[in-house]
């Protein structure tokens, strides 16, 4: 295919899968289950944190969380006690436990308390027109609390090499428009055409098939690459390709 042609069968493939079916099968419906942005934020955040594996587990340990904090996640964060952290005590989702969870929520306190939320902390600088630095600066606040060690492995840091696949799904959930229904667009100050495409094993395989990627390691080396195809087909939304991406590899194993 010609540089033309592929962005014309990527531009149909991306209109196809962005709707609502895909919302069904997806971790985004988590977040879709709020109208409050706080709750929206939060329940979209712990959902992408353990997004790898059997996306029906995902979805379903999503939703446990989502019980234990009462369904209702932001007042859960700013009022809860740690007896009410002891309820979840045999969570677990792959290598995320209970005491990663409960960290997790003590940390969401602390930014949602003493740094004006999760849209601030992850809001990347004015000269920037990407998320490396961000989300490195993020992952530095998120751990400036005491933690264990083990935890730190849960929030990737594109600085050391790390493709953020899961903080950079969550990022085009929170700052794509929602005229299709399917991201949020609730981060008003944020810019689409900083997104990166979350890279995982169907994304990547795609776009090497495809000719939009070559590197053959899924790091932040790769996303830059598929940054500057992506981002020559659509300057503005370059994301949008995260759902042609995905919707080849998963749904019509292209």
């Known amino acids: 295919?010609?540089?033309?042609?592929?962005?014309?069968?990527l531009d149909e493939k991306a209109d196809l899968y962005e709707n609502n079916q895909f919302i069904d099968s997806d971790p985004i419906q988590i977040p879709h289950s709020f109208s409050l942005k706080e709750d929206i934020e939060i329940?979209?955040?712990?959902?992408?944190?353990?997004?790898w594996g059997n996306r029906t587990m995902i979805i379903k340990n999503s939703k446990r969380m989502m019980d234990l904090m009462g369904n209702s996640p932001y007042d859960f964060v700013l009022h809860h006690s740690e007896d009410q952290l002891d309820n979840f005590d045999g969570f677990v989702h792959r290598t995320f436990n209970a005491e990663d969870f409960k960290f997790f929520i003590r940390s969401l306190k602390n930014i949602y308390e003493n740094h004006n939320g999760l849209a601030s902390v992850l809001l990347?600088?004015?000269?920037?027109?990407n998320y490396q630095f961000a989300i490195h600066n993020f992952k530095k606040?998120?751990?400036?609390?005491?933690?264990?060690?083990?935890?730190q492995k849960h929030i990737s840091d594109p600085v050391k090499g790390s493709a953020a696949k899961r903080i950079n799904m969550f990022l085009r959930w929170m700052v794509r428009d929602n005229k299709k229904g399917v991201d949020f667009g609730i981060w008003k100050n944020h810019k689409a055409s900083n997104l990166h495409c979350p890279l995982d094993v169907h994304t990547g395989n795609i776009a090497r098939k495809l000719g939009v990627l070559n590197r053959k390691q899924n790091d932040w080396k790769a996303i830059k690459e598929l940054d500057l195809m992506l981002r020559k087909f659509d300057a503005n939304d370059p994301v949008k390709y995260d759902f042609a991406l995905f919707g080849l590899g998963v749904f019509e194993k292209f």
């Open 1 to 9: 295919m010609t540089t033309k042609e592929l962005k014309e069968f």
């Open 43 to 51: 329940a979209g955040f712990l959902s992408s944190i353990i997004a």
């Open 124 to 129: 990347p600088s004015e000269e920037a027109d």
């Open 141 to 151: 606040i998120f751990f400036e609390i005491p933690h264990l060690p083990r935890t």
